[in-house]
């Protein structure tokens, strides 16, 4: 499919996003990164419970 470079955003940085129509990218709004590296209780205890059912896994298996 070819698309006219008039429908481009410029601002967007990505290919994907810029081919997105305005009403769609009205309701985006940009993560600081900062935000994506911050650990929540959820990923600990996310982790933990990965942890413990894989080690109960494991040694049903061996045993």
Known sequence: MRRSLVLTDETARHWFRASLPP???????????????????????GFASTYVATTAAVLAFII
């Open 23 to 45: 009403h769609v990218k009205r309701d985006l709004f940009p993560i600081p990164a900062e935000a994506l590296w911050r650990l929540t209780m959820a990923d600990v205890r």
